[in-house]
């Protein structure tokens, strides 16, 4: 059994609790499991197993493992208490200012987690009301040279914490797709934006999405990551909680959100993403919402194993992607050739909606 055999097996116990033997753990390195569970950002979620390993004999975490991951996962926990208050100051501001919204993924979707404060934290995204017609001019009323992409505008940093101002809360290269998906998110932002929920720690109160939102929102995100820069297991294991949350859900409801994957063309990156909860997480089929998909999800299982966390390990295109716009858009060139065998209609199109989007930019 190679090492990430042996880190998957165990990361199913971490996930379902489920009992774990001698023969589970048997070959695992601690110190290199940490390393692997960072480049992947989920420390938080492997604590949870390692935390019930007192019952080993053989191959049991030393002291020394034991501190080494209490230090990581403490770290994690304190930027999350961090960035909790964070977002709701955020929230509350656009709100002061007049502006309804909500915020995306991160902080709202720890709270699908068992302990939320073991969810690796990232920026702060927030999704204002007004589109980008208004949320742009406000926004460079504060940081005149803020740059602004087609669904989101660059904010100022609080306590080293990015945040970045939605109008879009994703988006497709695909034009009839992205029409379509920017019609569903029309349709259900009312809902949205009036979604409070409490955060831990009496951080305070913000709007979040529901959880039908979030199962198009979070698989459109993880399709962009994927095929423009690299996504991780983090984001598969976010998906792994939002579909456990749905459990209770009527098979009405699920057949609705199924059918609307479809719609918006996430047939393909959906059975990839239900493969890899299924055979390698161990999710039941009963959860998932779209037929497991083994030649799509292999590919998607690749790239994560290869580019963790938002591609940022990914030695094919780490060297100089980010210099300037030529080495950029040659690297993006080469990942839409990687992927287009599996991912066609998004891959031919993201030249064209590149072009597109470079003329936008210059309106904006």
């Known amino acids: 059994m190679t090492d990430v055999a042996r880190y998957f097996q165990f990361l199913r116990f971490c996930l379902d609790g489920r009992h774990v033997g001698e023969d589970d753990v048997a070959g695992i390195s601690w110190h290199d499991l940490l390393l692997f569970a960072k480049k992947q950002a989920i420390v938080g979620v492997f604590w949870q197993g390692i935390q019930q390993l ?33 977002a709701v100051w955020t929230y509350n501001n656009f709100a002061h200012e007049g502006f309804r919204s909500c915020l995306l993924k991160g902080q709202g979707v720890a709270l699908y987690y068992p302990t939320p404060s073991l969810r690796q934290s990232g920026d702060i995204d927030i999704w204002v009301e007004g589109g980008a017609e208004k949320v742009i001019p406000y926004i460079r009323q504060f940081k005149p040279k ?62 979040v999405p529901t959880w039908d939102f979030n199962v198009v929102f979070l698989l459109s995100h993880i399709y962009n990551h994927l095929l423009h820069e690299g996504i991780g297991l983090r984001q598969v294991i976010d998906y792994y909680y939002l579909l456990r949350q749905g459990a209770g859900k009527s098979a009405e409801e699920r057949q609705a959100l199924s059918e ?34 083994a030649r799509h999800g292999k590919a998607l299982l690749r790239e994560m194993l290869k580019g963790g966390n938002f591609g940022k390990h990914d030695e094919r295109t780490l060297s100089g992607v980010y210099d300037d716009a030529v080495t950029s858009n040659t690297q993006r060139l080469w990942r839409d050739l990687r992927m287009v065998r599996f991912f066609p209609s998004e891959c031919i199109w993201e030249p064209f909606f590149r072009l597109y989007h470079f003329f936008w930019r210059k309106k904006h």
């Open 260 to 293: 609307t994957l479809r719609y918006v063309g996430m047939r393909k990156i959906g059975g990839a993403i239900m493969w890899v909860l299924k055979e390698q997480l161990g999710m039941d089929s009963s959860l998932l919402l779209l037929p497991p998909d």
């Open 54 to 86: 007192g019952h080993l004999r053989e191959n049991k975490p030393t002291d020394d493992d034991v501190m080494e991951w209490m230090a990581a996962t403490l770290r994690i926990s304190r930027q999350n208490k961090k960035v909790n208050e964070k």
């Open 146 to 207: 803020a740059k602004a992409c087609y669904h989101h505008i660059d904010f100022i940093r609080v306590d080293k914490i990015p945040i970045e101002v939605h109008y879009r809360p994703s988006w497709m290269s695909c034009p009839w797709y992205n029409r379509r998906l920017q019609e569903y998110f029309a349709s259900k932002s009312e809902e949205q934006f009036k979604h409070e929920v409490s955060l831990p720690d009496n951080a305070g109160t913000l709007a």
